[in-house]
């Protein structure tokens, strides 16, 4: 029963994290690159442009940390925490937002 | 997920390898054979002319002719293009005088309609064309590469880019698994079993790993808008479409209104002389003629592409039409365009002469062998995890595993099959079939369809055997095909010196050779494995409770 209940564990762990992977690098990735196209000190669309380009790098360092990180958990806490401030910072410093 | 970095990065590697291998597989085949898709264009269409050059023709008269027909087809256009006769990249290959244009857009539309139309470059009259085969030639193989078959365009474009992330991710941890890259590289040790496919992935792997990292992301790079379009909507967020404002800005489109253009009275060969001069003979192209409001009607003279990697935007000299004098140009991409347009330009290789073209084609295939050996891998693997299990009771575990070694035998012997099979339906199909191009298709996706339901009927280690003959078989036999069925065949072309027909025929040889390769080095391995096997107990049974002694039997018939 042990044996059967820490197998079951062991593969929602690994489904946990291909979701966070997964869904969590996207949505961090996408607020980085927002983040990065509004500060890069290019004009409008070059920044947005470069921004783009890093982007798929950003996500293959955010799997990379998901998967290699001690748990699941803390997969998680790693991909919504920074996710949610560059979001909060692009929200701010978009027209019309907080600044 | 295992303890220690570098052991969970393996573990990253070895799944995402298996979930996307065979299609990444299927993308490499399809891509590679892409860096040949003009020559294959050609030979899927055996009704048109073998290669010729054209002698010189006198450039004054050839101008006023192809301007007397651009006045003839578009008068009052918005663009007039003359092309040369000159060395074309796209598509590739000597290319007669060719004339193009684009009318005034229609209220409300940002383009005109455009045209195009090849001239006999002695008499201005349009080129007699030749009614090929319907095919879709090697651009179908090609575009499969990224749109796969059968899927609407925007659903093939997402699959494929969610593979080639993961192949991105497969990279970077294979790197960081791999500690002792530089060594291992030097490293084979043969007949090893496991060891040894280790090896030889790694190998592959790392011998053009620069050329797979630089396809790898630069394939990303061609969708933003379907792949990494947060950018782009938020910060365009407020224009009514954020796309084409992104674009519009990223390319410096100008809004500025063009007028109808009238023939120029200064003679455009001085203008080519000018610019020779400066370029060196024979460095001139085409030409651009258009008039923008508020400006001087304009010549652009376009030069050859040269070694220049980024070859969409080639170098150009202005020129007013209505005074002759040079004039600036447009100012050149900003850095940020041309590290896309160059990346852009990497991937597809359209810029390389024939040798870095076959270079392309060895690192390509070079990529379908990483792919190949990696997924055999993770079958040895496993199957040596199953033998020393006791019993080899059939469980969930080994029917995924033979699923793997099916699906292996199906695409990475089968899907060559399926390719030849593709050019089979080309000769073999009656010419006046409805549909005759998408019969061709359907040819290659139903052969493979039968390699694998073949390959899950047999034995697993003759249907390796046997699917890789039929594969050198296939390839083997379809220059004698070409030769029974046209007279576009090896006797003539290279007589005729038409390397890029001819080569496609020396290309299946090749490929042929290849494949009696692989199915002679199997067949051999696994008759002497068989013949050892009597001794050693340990070896019994194999994954799918075959022993080793029926095997050798089944070979042997």
């Known amino acids: 029963m042990i044996a059967f209940s820490d197998a079951a564990r062991y593969r929602w762990a690994v489904f946990s994290r291909v979701i966070a992977a997964a869904v969590g690098g996207y949505a961090l990735t996408s607020a980085a690159i927002v983040l990065l196209a509004l500060i890069w000190p290019l004009p409008r669309a070059q920044a947005v442009g470069v921004a783009t380009l890093l982007g798929f790098a950003i996500y293959a360092i955010a799997v990379i940390w998901v998967f290699s990180t001690r748990s699941a958990w803390r997969a998680w806490i790693g991909m919504v925490a920074p996710t949610a401030v560059f979001a909060l910072a692009a929200w701010w410093l978009l027209p019309g937002g907080g600044a | ?557």
């Open chain 2, 1 to 557: 997920m295992k303890d220690g970095f570098r052991q969970s990065m393996a573990w990253l590697h070895t799944w995402v390898g298996l979930v996307v291998g065979w299609v990444l597989f299927f993308v490499f085949v399809t891509g590679t054979a892409g860096y040949f898709d003009d020559e294959i264009d050609r030979w899927m269409r055996p009704e048109l002319p073998l290669a010729e050059r054209l002698d010189d023709v006198e450039r004054d008269a050839m101008l006023a002719l192809a301007l007397d027909r651009l006045e003839q087809v578009a008068p009052g256009a918005g663009r007039w293009s003359i092309e040369l006769p000159h060395y074309a990249l796209q598509p590739r290959g000597m290319q007669g005088l060719t004339i193009s244009w684009e009318e005034l857009p229609e209220r409300g539309q940002r383009q005109g309609r455009r045209g195009r139309e090849a001239l006999d470059a002695y008499t201005g009259e349009p080129a007699e064309a030749i009614e090929p085969r319907a095919t879709g030639g090697g651009q179908l193989l090609y575009r499969m590469h990224y749109l796969l078959h059968y899927f609407p365009r925007n659903v093939g474009i997402l699959l494929v880019g969610a593979c080639t992330m993961l192949m991105l991710l497969a990279i970077v941890t294979g790197v960081i698994t791999h500690a002792k890259i530089f060594k291992d590289f030097f490293t084979f040790r043969s007949g090893k079993g496991q060891r040894s496919w280790l090896d030889a992935h790694n190998v592959v792997s790392v011998m053009a790993l620069p050329f797979f990292l630089m396809i790898t992301y630069s394939g990303l790079v061609f969708f933003p808008i379907q792949y990494m379009p947060a950018a782009i909507t938020t910060v365009y967020g407020d224009s009514p479409q954020p796309t084409r404002a992104f674009f519009d800005e990223f390319f410096e489109r100008s809004d500025e209104v063009r007028l109808p253009l009238a023939r120029p009275e200064l003679s455009l060969a001085r203008m080519i002389d000018h610019a020779e001069a400066e370029w060196g003979a024979g460095q001139v192209t085409a030409l651009d003629l258009r008039h923008f409001e508020g400006q001087a009607p304009q010549v652009d003279v376009r030069r050859a592409h040269g070694t220049q990697i980024d070859f969409r935007d080639p170098e150009t000299m202005r020129f007013d039409a209505t005074s002759g004098e040079r004039i600036a140009s447009d100012a050149p991409m900003h850095g940020a365009g041309k590290t896309r347009n160059v990346l852009i330009a990497l991937h597809e290789g359209l810029f390389a002469d024939i040798w870095l073209r076959w270079l392309y084609f060895a690192a390509g295939l070079l990529g379908c062998a990483m792919i190949g050996t990696g997924l055999v891998l993770w079958t040895v693997k496993r199957r040596k995890r199953h033998q020393k299990r006791d019993g080899g009771a059939p469980s969930f575990d080994a029917a995924g595993l033979r699923l793997v070694e099916v699906l292996n035998i199906a695409t990475i012997a089968g899907l060559p099959v399926a390719v030849a099979a593709y050019f089979w339906a080309n000769r073999l199909l009656p010419l006046e079939i409805a549909d005759r191009a998408q019969w061709e298709v359907h040819s290659m996706f139903l052969t493979w369809g039968w390699v694998f339901l073949y390959a899950s009927l047999r034995p697993l280690r003759r249907a390796w055997i046997e699917v890789l003959w039929l594969a050198a078989a296939a390839f083997a036999l379809l220059p004698l095909l070409n030769l029974l069925t046209t007279d576009r065949h090896l006797g003539v072309t290279v007589a005729h010196g038409d390397w890029a027909l001819a080569g496609f025929d020396l290309t299946m040889l090749g490929l042929a050779a290849l494949f009696c390769y692989m199915a002679r080095t199997l067949q051999r391995k696994w008759r002497s494995e068989a013949g050892s096997a009597g001794e050693t107990e340990a070896r019994a049974a194999s994954a799918d409770g075959e022993t080793w002694s029926n095997v050798e039997a089944e070979v042997a018939q």
